[in-house]
RNA sequence: GCCUUGGUGGCGGAAUAGGUAGACGCGCAGGACUUAAAAUCCUGUUUCCAGCAAUGGAAGUACGGGUUCGAUUCCCGUCUGAGGCACCA
């Protein structure tokens, strides 16, 4: 009877589909216990084996759960709406919902493969109707609601409308325009328009203006992600920023709040580090500088700075090239060279700008302002380092005390004002925040601390100033001119945008049921004037009370808030029931990558506040406690093909052959085959270049041309191409000339990257799994290491893992006899082995760390192989251990076992610290901290008779050279030291 | 550029609160079983030096410093891989 793991496998599952035994129910007598996986995007290109690993860590962690006696919620569904199946639509015609189900049917079958305890019944894809309607729902309390700082939580934009009718908006500061002022009575004259344009500036979910890549010869608005390098990816078109209006999500509103509650969450340090830093609060000032514009108008510059003590050390001021002013202060005989400068940084991305420090670029308005304090006239430029989504888009410069400034200044030659005494060398900015402030008036001589307090009054008292916080973070940008997404449930009546719950839509026109369905579209191509392709669909548009919102949501709509659903997944009368929110509660392990360290899962704690601040939920943070698994990276493999001009035949060159002959001086007879190889085939030397703009040629020697091309790594072992599968993998190149080594293998150059089907690196979890077992997969991901690193997979030494899965089941089983388990009494030895296994695996299952799990059950299983213990006593503990790792083999060895029911319903064993204690310990006895020896000695030995026993050791004596000790250090149960 | 994170044998990694560096596995080498192979089992395997050998000594956790009786672990600096940087998800 040997490991057949196919049939072994089947079996479990069947028995676990059969007796629905993963089915969760919403109210039980054990404690909850709710674990979650980052839903996954269901590319085209299935799961891969990077996918598996959070999963199957979550599944292991609910496993171990369920059998320590929680009621375990453990869901699994589908982030559906995205770019990639709109773009695969856009090149094939297939409708997205078409190939999103073929994708997730896959995944589900993939998921289904290596066996995870998931309660299917409860799955959720944000793509249905039914999902998002509720995702366009909880919109609509977002934009019906207003953020009362006073209160310091979401309110209905009711309660602000009846604030507003008895005391206008003294009390209340608008957000989205802090110099907006109106009293009760020119409330209620505002006409309609007035007053909704009015309540948009307050609303949780509202309209305002953004910057898209637009691309003029596509027609449409693109991704960051399809820009590259300057220009469209398709096509490699020029694109540049184009300001249009969008829908945003006012999560600086929460800012405070997001920051302040990081505390109590239990996440890793560095990811509250990386959100905080992505929240960015700096506290400062804003400062007024008051300027003339070229027709004779005074205007104003605000700017935030963090440190208002150097303000007498202002020598510029810079404004960001998109700022509303610079059109208005640029003096006549600037213009042509501002519109320039403007122009180009139009074609310039936010990371290009902030990246490129050394590069210095600016342009002079001609205008000056007016310092606040010294009443000097402050040049005012503009760059592209000054970013309009930061502060207030303009700053006030101080190059004696600033790296940039100091760079700006150095590089246009504006006099620099030193305000920091001999620290400031007049080569490098002073920037340290230690200090005395000189040469700045009432300043002088004061600490950066006191200068900072003493500054910002000053400025207080003479109007020109206020303290403030400034947050990094920026409202959420919430509108994607794009078809595959959530449509908005918001009808425009004259250009008004309103809720399809709102009187207007909902009485007169009946138009207020959600969900908003997504039209069937034929065609998927832009709208006119960079609208989404659902403006091209005039008849869903159109309706009897306005036109319809042609934006749809972005990603993370649908993801902010799916952790929710699990919990009552079919009700359709609530996003969730209270009773059901209430139960579950907060997820208290919720499993994913870092990439989501400041996207998603910023976006779902804030929905997360506001559905709390609103009376929906209980609770003001979705998860409780967070792990973060490594990626497992994809390593790619290339060749380099010939590629000189004429050629009719492909040639490609081994990699090592590449590396040697590419370096001067080196005998060069085999770059004298590739040219005989290029001559036979009709090409010419030295020009190899296609046309093309994508090339990315590399020169060889002697006017050869290469370039490096992706080969599928399912077509080479190890770096060998395999060159029969390499030729049927692309049959172009049936009749392809290898050049390879002198061993006559041909080798890849290799490189680590994301795993991803355009880089052909992908490796299927199918295949392992047909080849090894889902147990041994499982087991095999968790040994590569520890969950939050990142690694390339590697397929090497899963073999190891599969060994020890046979050796464990001949404990159980022979191969000729069958059955060997036994009811004889266990030895100490083998109660030790065990028990040191169930203490290690709990403890190290609580601490995620997985990979020293598997050592720990090979230890085991090498020290119950060498007692050669088949006992019972033994081995129904260990296969109930198990189970969390290799559930397949635990089921079967369970029922061998003669147990009732389910191994996913057994007790844990209990850890017995009685069969592992020892009393003694062999100390590593070192002098001067070098290890010479070993000795034993019983614990509770008095240290006393241990420092006359190691002093009266004669290989102690001997590192002792006659000296006597300084010090004995004696650590209990730890080491001996001897200092001399 | 900024934020976060990693770097330990030929390879993946272990060392949980500063206490024997290299557990466990892969690979490799040698051996047993077998007609042979597979499977399985046993032995060895950080490097260098000395020794026939058991063994002994020295160095060693990316690099350079520091704290400590003792540092892979803590501190400072440098190099380098990865993730994110707001419309990929």
């Known amino acids: 009877m040997e490991y057949n793991f196919t049939e072994i496998e089947k079996k479990a599952k069947e028995k676990w589909a059969k007796e629905a035994v993963y089915k969760v129910a919403n109210e039980s007598d054990k404690p909850k216990c709710y674990i979650l996986d980052m839903f996954p995007y269901p590319s085209g290109a299935g799961l891969h084996v990077g996918h598996p690993l959070g999963y199957i860590a979550s599944d292991i962690y609910a496993r171990y759960k369920r059998l320590c006696g929680y009621n375990v919620l453990h869901p699994m569904g589908f982030d559906a709406f995205g770019l990639p199946a709109e773009q695969y639509a856009i090149e094939t015609g297939q409708h997205p919902a078409v190939t999103t189900e073929k994708n997730i049917a896959r995944y589900r079958e993939q998921l289904d493969n290596i066996g995870f305890c998931y309660d299917w019944s409860r799955e959720v894809r944000t793509s249905d109707p039914k999902y998002y309607k509720w995702t366009q729902w909880i919109f609509l309390q977002l934009f019906h609601s207003w953020y009362d700082r006073a209160a310091g939580k979401a309110r209905p934009i009711k309660e602000l409308t009846d604030v507003f009718e008895k005391d206008g908006n003294a009390n209340i500061p608008c957000p989205g325009d802090e110099t907006l002022r109106f009293d009760s009575i020119k409330w209620k004259d505002f006409s309609e328009k007035e007053q909704r344009d009015v309540l948009m500036q307050y609303r949780l979910a509202y309209q305002g203006y953004a910057q898209v890549w637009w691309c003029e010869a596509l027609g449409t608005v693109l991704a960051n992600d399809e820009v590259v390098n300057g220009v469209s990816e398709r096509g490699g078109y020029p694109v540049e920023r184009k300001n249009m209006r969008q829908w945003f999500l006012r999560i600086t509103e929460y800012a405070e709040r997001l920051l302040g509650s990081l505390a109590k969450l ?143 200044a150095k590089h246009f030659n504006i006099p620099i004002t030193n305000i920091f005494g001999d620290r400031y060398t007049g080569e490098e900015a002073y920037s340290s925040k230690t200090g005395i402030i000189e040469n700045s008036e009432f300043l002088t001589g004061m600490s950066i601390v006191d200068a900072t307090e003493a500054a910002i009054n000053k400025l207080q008292f003479i109007g020109a100033g206020t303290r403030k916080i400034n947050y990094r973070l920026r409202d959420a940008g919430f509108s994607r001119q794009r078809y595959w997404g959530e449509p908005f449930p918001v009808i425009y009546v004259d250009d008004i945008p309103y809720g399809t719950d709102e009187p207007i839509i909902h009485n007169e026109h009946k138009l207020g049921s959600l969900p908003v369905e997504l039209p069937y579209v034929e065609s998927y191509k832009p709208g006119p004037e960079g609208q989404g392709p659902l403006a091209n669909i005039d008849d869903w548009v159109e309706t009897d009370a306005g036109e319809r919102e042609t934006n749809t949501m972005p990603g993370y709509a649908g993801s902010s808030w799916y952790f929710l659903r699990y919990m009552d997944p079919h009700n359709d009368a609530e996003f969730a029931s209270r009773k059901a929110v209430d139960y579950w509660n907060q997820v208290d392990l919720y499993v994913g990558g870092t990439e989501h360290a400041v996207g998603h899962l910023l976006y779902s704690r804030m929905w997360t506040k506001a559905l709390y601040d609103l009376g929906y939920i209980g609770f003001d943070e979705p998860f409780k406690r967070l792990l973060n698994q490594g990626m497992i990276q994809g390593s790619s493999r290339f060749v380099y093909k010939v590629v000189n001009k004429g050629i009719s035949a492909e040639v490609f060159v081994s990699k090592d052959i590449f590396d040697e002959q590419g370096k001067e001086g080196r005998n060069g007879s085999l770059t004298s085959d590739i040219k005989y190889f290029i001559k036979k085939n009709g090409g010419n030397f030295g020009e190899g270049i296609p046309s093309g703009n994508n090339y990315n040629g590399i020169f060889f020697r002697h006017g050869i041309i290469l370039t490096k091309t992706r080969v599928d790594v399912n077509t080479v072992d190890g770096l060998e191409l395999n060159i029969e599968a390499f030729k049927k993998w692309r049959p172009e190149y049936s009749n392809a000339t290898f050049i390879k080594e002198d061993n006559g293998k041909f080798i890849c150059e290799a490189e680590v990257e994301k795993m991803s089907k355009s880089k052909y690196n992908v490796v299927n979890p199918d295949d392992i799994v047909a080849q090894y077992g889902a147990d041994t997969f499982r087991m095999y991901e968790m040994f590569l290491g520890p969950i939050d690193i990142s690694k390339p997979w590697d397929t090497k030494g899963i073999e190891g893992v599969h060994r020890f899965l046979k050796k464990m089941w001949r404990l159980y089983a022979d191969e000729q006899t069958g059955w060997i388990v036994n009811d004889d009494a266990a030895t100490d030895a083998e109660l030790k082995a065990l028990h040191k296994t169930i203490k290690k695996i709990g403890d190290d299952i609580e601490r995620f760390s997985f990979n020293t799990s598997v050592s720990q059950f090979m230890i085991c299983v090498n020290e119950l192989a060498t007692l050669g213990c088949h006992k019972r006593s033994i081995l129904e503990p260990l296969a109930v251990a198990i189970c969390p790792f290799a559930p397949h083999l635990a089921e079967e060895l369970w029922q061998q076992l003669g147990n009732k029911g389910s191994v996913v319903d057994a007790p844990f064993p209990k850890y017995e610290e009685r069969y592992v204690t020892d009393n003694s310990k062999k100390y590593p006895v070192a002098v001067n901290g070098k290890t010479r020896m070993e000795m034993e000695f019983p614990l509770d030995a008095e240290p006393v008779i241990i420092e006359q026993q190691v002093l009266a050791d004669e290989t102690i004596k001997k590192w002792l050279e006659g000296k006597e000790p300084k010090k004995f250090i004696y650590v209990k149960g730890k080491m001996i030291n001897v200092v001399v």
């Not at 890793?268 to 514009?293: H, Y």
């Not at 202060?329 to 519109?339: A, V």
């Not at 309009?388 to 888009?393: E, L």
């Open 266 to 408: 239990d996440w890793s340090e560095s990811m509250k580090e990386m959100q905080s830093n992505w929240i960015g609060k700096s506290v400062g000032a804003e400062v007024r500088f008051g300027l003339f514009t070229p027709d004779a108008k005074t205007t104003f510059i605000n700017v935030f700075t963090t440190r208002p003590d150097t303000i007498f050390g202002v020598d510029f001021m810079v404004l960001a090239p998109e700022h509303a002013l610079v059109d208005v202060i640029t003096t006549p005989d600037q213009k042509e060279e501002i519109g320039k400068y403007v122009q180009y940084v139009k074609s310039r991305s936010e990371r290009e700008r902030m990246s490129e420090v050394k590069q210095v670029t600016g342009c002079f308005t001609g205008a000056y302002a007016v310092h606040p304090l010294t009443r000097k006239n402050v040049p005012v430029w503009i760059s592209e380092y000054v970013l309009v989504g930061y502060g207030t888009g303009a700053i006030m410069a101080v190059p004696s005390g600033d790296e940039r400034d100091h760079a700006f």
